[in-house]
């Protein structure tokens, strides 16, 4: 199974409102990332959070990693039609030398 | 490169020949990755290289997936005898050390149609 699975599988919100997005991992990581995947494209990075940091902010997006849970959460504040895509938290665990991906959350942000 | 550049965009295959795909990575990155995603999924790991060498194959599905690099730079995926269900979009990325401080730089993908 994936290390890194999302919840939820498809969120639907209106502009201007907050999305969130969980993600969930089974095993120690070095550090989790988030991307973001806008239909028919490549995967665009959005923020690395390292196992040693809780909470980091780029922009509208707010990324917090709460190791003794083995979860993330991302927030997108006052969200746009723009924001319209597909999530993706990955994960580099201990030793891996590679990032494991989930199956990600798919967001629609109706204008 | 400014990014990560992969050829060709779009192939389309009969079922049981060879293909090619191919990977530029950004100039100075050590790392690259492939992985692949099937319609609606998340990616699935394939393989990585650390200059020339593949420390981790374990994503391949069969014998019939192999890789390499050459001169740390260009990195070629080669599917033989391919199968319907090689049908995907394969991915490349790259970064300046493991994931480095950055993430990964992915690259726009080659959608592979096998008929």
């Known amino acids: 199974s994936q290390q890194g699975e999302e919840d939820p599988q498809a969120l639907s919100i209106q502009e201007g409102e907050n999305a969130t997005m969980n993600c969930s991992y089974k095993?120690?990581?070095?550090?989790l990332q988030w991307y973001r995947q806008n239909s028919g494209r490549g995967l665009v990075h959005l923020i690395l959070?390292?196992?040693?940091?809780r909470e980091k902010h780029s922009g509208r997006l707010r990324v917090t990693l709460d190791t003794s849970k083995k979860s993330s959460s991302l927030l997108i504040t006052a969200s746009r039609a723009a924001d319209t895509a597909s999530y993706f938290c990955?994960?580099?665990?201990?030793?891996?030398?590679?990032?494991?991906f989930g199956d990600g959350t798919t967001l629609t942000v109706k204008p | 490169g400014a990014g990560v550049s992969q050829s060709p965009s779009n192939k389309v295959t009969e079922k049981g020949k060879d293909v090619e795909l191919r990977c530029d990575p950004i100039?100075?990155?050590?790392?690259l990755y492939w992985y692949r995603q099937s319609l609606g999924q998340g990616l699935e790991f394939l393989i990585y290289?650390?200059?020339?060498?593949?420390?981790?194959k374990s994503g391949l599905p069969s014998d019939r997936f192999s890789a390499e690099r050459t001169g740390g730079s260009v990195s070629t995926l080669t599917i033989q005898r391919t199968q319907q269900e090689d049908s995907a979009v394969y991915l490349c990325?790259?970064?300046?050390?493991?994931?480095?401080?950055?993430?990964?730089?992915f690259g726009s993908g080659t959608r592979l149609t096998v008929v």
């Open positions: 990325a790259s970064s300046l050390w493991n994931v480095g401080l950055d993430g990964y730089t």
């Open positions: 095993t120690s990581i070095n550090n």
């Open positions: 290289f650390q200059g020339n060498s593949a420390p981790d």
């Open positions: 959070i390292r196992s040693n940091e």
């Open positions: 990955a994960t580099e665990n201990t030793n891996a030398g590679k990032s494991t």
């Open positions: 100039s100075g990155h050590t790392a």
